[in-house]
Each structure stands twice: as structure tokens, then as C-alpha cells.
């Protein structure tokens, strides 16, 4: 009889605790997955000789064990959120890297309850290699759930009152500087904003940009009108900016749906636009092109977002530690203004 010990079977935790790396980092290794750095890679192939791995085919399947899924969780209730043409192009770029990447993507809507339980089991119970976090509120609970998980997780968009690690934004203050300051060049002197949720950064960023290219000119700001987002919030702020500011002439609408509605009442109030009254969106979305007059509105790389999300998300899986992006925008001059 033999005395030579049976073969030990390599557990995917060992190679990773001996490697110090993380599991999914130790799978992604074994499986010549993309997006490893090459420290982690050599740690792990040099863990695998140390421990005396032979590859074979469970080795093989021991590499595969991890889920090959990433999440793009948005922070919303309503399905019809996906239709909206901001995140429709936001999941074109993401889909992208990740088929690269060789990576499913699984799309979670989490402003409720429910929602949220299903992301927290997702993360605790590791069914996801990483996750993407879009359109988060103030105080929302996903924040705080994002850093106490080990999973990977990539902000679109820096959470309210949040300094995560790891984000891509866009430089919304700059993008409404612009907007302003171009309606300050048309000689606007009464301009007023319709702001998106201030409960959101994105609301409070152009917000903000407004406020500072107003007050940099000499300009006291006029409170906002807050809307939702959509084109019957838009036209419903723009119709209380009316009877608070008769004398209005500009407007910044802080998303291009809500510029759609604001001129769509302008319109019904007898307002000629831009001769009377010079409106700015921003997002540069399909609906700038088309809207009577075209629009003038800022531009922000939305598929662009969506890539650089899940490119820092592979990387963060690969055991990289990439830093935060913030995306650049541009003003596209229209018939509006």
C-alpha cells in the first residue's frame, strides 16, 4: 500500500487567503479572466504553486464558481424608469464593458422596500461580483448598505452627504455655470431655474451651478421651482415661475424633459421663445433635437457614464483600486435661446 497521502482539495477560499487577495479577485485569476492586475494575478498563480495545485478540469469549474453577474441598481420605483432615454443610454454603455468583460448584467430597481432587501441579500449573499448605484436620494439606506458590504460597488453619481471611494460623475455645477452664464450673454436679466429633486446630488450640483454663475455676475438668484425630472413637471414649474415672476426672460431647466415642458407652457401662456424668454436644458438628449424651438441645453457623455461605470466596476473585481472620474460637459447652442 502507498504512503503517499491522496491529493488535497484546493478550496477557492485558500487559494485567495493565501494569495491575499479576494475570492472573487482569486476566481477571476484561475479562470484567465480580463482586468486583473498583474501583482494580483502573480500573487494568486504563485498561491496555486505553493499549494501544489495541478489544473484540471474542477479546477476549472473551482475557477467558474464565481456569479459572472453585475448589477446596475437605480434608485427608483417605477419600471417605466428603464423606458427614459437617460438610462436607457446609461445601460447601452454599461452593457457594453460587460460583455467584454464577460460579465450578465442584472438591473435592479430599489427605491422601495422590497427593492432594497433583494439588492442587501444580492450583496450579502454574494450573487453579484459587483454593483453599480445610480440616482440615490438623500439619506437613501443604499448608501449606507454600499459601505458595509465587501462587494464592489461604483456610484453613478456621488451620493448626498457620501464621500465613496469609488465613483463617475458628471461635472453637473460646471454644466450649469455654462448654461447660465450663456443666458447671461443673451442679455438675460430676470432668469429663473427649474431645479431637479434637491434631495438628489444631481439636483443640488446644477443647482448650485446656477446659483454661482448668477451671484459671480452681480445677480441675486431667485429661488427655484422644483420638478421631477419629467416633461409634465417641467411645464407645472414653469407655469408657477409665471405668476411669481411675470418679468422672467431666461430659464435653466436642470434636464432636457423638464425644458420640454417649460416650453410647451411658455407656449400656452403667449410667450415667444426665444424672443421673449431664452430657455437652457441640460442632458443633451433626443429630445433637444426635436422640441419647437430646438434646444439649447448641455451636454454630458450619458453612454459614455455608463461605460466608465462598468470599466472602474471590472477593474474594482479585477482587484484594482481605481480613482473617482468626473466626466467633462459642453453647451450646444439651439434655436431656444
Same mark, same amino acid.
Given at each position: 500500500?502507498?504512503?503517499?497521502?491522496? #491529493?488535497?482539495?484546493?478550496?477557492?477560499?485558500?487559494?485567495?487567503?493565501?494569495?491575499?487577495?479576494?475570492?472573487?479577485?482569486?476566481?477571476?485569476?484561475?479562470?484567465?479572466?480580463?482586468?486583473?492586475?498583474?501583482?494580483?494575478?502573480?500573487?494568486?498563480?504563485?498561491? =496555486?504553486?505553493?499549494?501544489?495545485?495541478?489544473?484540471?478540469?474542477? %479546477?476549472?469549474?473551482?475557477?467558474?464558481?464565481?456569479?459572472?453577474? %453585475?448589477?446596475?441598481?437605480?434608485?427608483?420605483?417605477?419600471? /417605466?424608469?428603464?423606458?427614459?432615454?437617460?438610462?436607457?443610454?446609461?445601460?447601452?454603455? &454599461?452593457? /457594453?464593458?460587460?460583455?467584454?468583460?464577460?460579465?450578465?448584467?442584472?438591473?435592479?430597481?430599489?427605491?422601495?422596500?422590497?427593492?432594497?432587501?433583494?439588492?442587501?441579500?444580492?450583496?450579502?449573499?454574494?450573487? =453579484?461580483?459587483? &454593483?453599480?448605484?445610480?440616482?440615490?436620494?438623500?439619506?437613501?439606506?443604499?448608501?449606507?448598505?454600499?459601505?458595509?458590504? %465587501?462587494?464592489?460597488? &461604483?456610484?453613478?453619481?456621488?451620493?448626498?452627504?457620501?464621500?465613496?471611494?469609488?465613483?463617475?460623475?458628471?461635472?453637473? =455645477?460646471?454644466?450649469?455655470?455654462?448654461?447660465?452664464?450663456?443666458?447671461?450673454?443673451?442679455?438675460?436679466?430676470?432668469?429663473?431655474?427649474?431645479?431637479?429633486?434637491?434631495?438628489?446630488?444631481?439636483?443640488?450640483?446644477?443647482?448650485?451651478?446656477?446659483?454661482?454663475?448668477?451671484?459671480?455676475?452681480?445677480?441675486?438668484?431667485?429661488? #427655484?421651482?422644483?420638478?421631477?425630472?419629467?416633461?409634465?413637471?417641467?411645464?407645472?414649474?414653469?407655469?408657477?415661475?409665471?405668476?411669481?415672476?411675470?418679468?422672467?426672460?431666461?430659464?435653466?431647466?436642470?434636464?432636457?424633459?423638464?425644458?420640454?415642458?417649460?416650453?410647451?407652457?411658455?407656449?400656452?401662456?403667449?410667450?415667444?421663445?426665444?424672443?421673449? =424668454?431664452?430657455?437652457?436644458?441640460?442632458?443633451?438628449? /433626443?429630445?433637444?433635437?426635436?422640441?419647437?424651438?430646438?434646444?439649447?441645453?448641455?451636454?454630458?457623455?450619458?453612454?459614455?457614464?455608463?461605460?466608465?461605470?462598468?470599466?472602474?466596476?471590472?477593474?474594482?473585481?479585477?482587484?484594482?483600486?481605481?480613482?473617482?472620474?468626473?466626466?467633462?460637459?459642453?453647451?450646444?447652442?439651439?434655436?431656444?435661446?
Amino acid at each position: 500500500m502507498s504512503n503517499v497521502p491522496p #491529493p488535497r482539495r484546493l478550496t477557492l477560499d485558500q487559494v485567495a487567503e493565501r494569495a491575499g487577495v479576494s475570492r472573487s479577485v482569486a476566481s477571476r485569476v484561475l479562470n484567465d479572466a480580463p482586468h486583473v492586475s498583474r501583482a494580483k494575478r502573480e500573487a494568486v498563480e504563485r498561491a =496555486v504553486r505553493d499549494l501544489g495545485f495541478v489544473a484540471n478540469s474542477k %479546477a476549472r469549474a473551482l475557477a467558474t464558481s464565481q456569479a459572472g453577474v %453585475a448589477a446596475l441598481v437605480i434608485s427608483q420605483h417605477d419600471p /417605466a424608469v428603464l423606458a427614459d432615454p437617460f438610462f436607457g443610454q446609461v445601460i447601452v454603455g &454599461v452593457s /457594453a464593458v460587460l460583455e467584454e468583460a464577460d460579465l450578465n448584467l442584472m438591473l435592479c430597481l430599489a427605491a422601495s422596500e422590497r427593492g432594497r432587501s433583494r439588492v442587501e441579500h444580492l450583496l450579502r449573499s454574494g450573487g =453579484v461580483d459587483g &454593483v453599480m448605484m445610480m440616482a440615490l436620494h438623500e439619506d437613501d439606506p443604499l448608501a449606507a448598505l454600499a459601505e458595509q458590504t %465587501a462587494t464592489p460597488v &461604483v456610484f453613478g453619481g456621488r451620493p448626498v452627504g457620501k464621500d465613496p471611494r469609488w465613483y463617475v460623475d458628471i461635472d453637473n =455645477v460646471a454644466g450649469a455655470r455654462v448654461a447660465t452664464d450663456h443666458l447671461l450673454a443673451r442679455g438675460r436679466k430676470n432668469i429663473v431655474t427649474i431645479s431637479g429633486p434637491l434631495d438628489t446630488q444631481v439636483g443640488q450640483a446644477r443647482h448650485r451651478g446656477y446659483r454661482e454663475a448668477l451671484l459671480l455676475a452681480g445677480v441675486t438668484p431667485r429661488e #427655484p421651482e422644483t420638478g421631477d425630472f419629467e416633461e409634465a413637471g417641467g411645464a407645472a414649474a414653469m407655469t408657477r415661475l409665471l405668476q411669481a415672476h411675470p418679468d422672467l426672460d431666461g430659464v435653466f431647466a436642470a434636464n432636457d424633459n423638464m425644458a420640454a415642458g417649460a416650453l410647451r407652457a411658455l407656449r400656452q401662456a403667449g410667450r415667444s421663445v426665444p424672443g421673449e =424668454v431664452s430657455v437652457v436644458g441640460f442632458d443633451d438628449l /433626443a429630445v433637444a433635437q426635436i422640441a419647437e424651438p430646438a434646444l439649447t441645453t448641455v451636454h454630458q457623455p450619458i453612454r459614455n457614464l455608463g461605460r466608465e461605470m462598468a470599466r472602474m466596476l471590472v477593474g474594482l473585481i479585477g482587484g484594482q483600486d481605481p480613482s473617482p472620474l468626473l466626466l467633462p460637459t459642453h453647451l450646444v447652442v439651439r434655436a431656444s435661446s
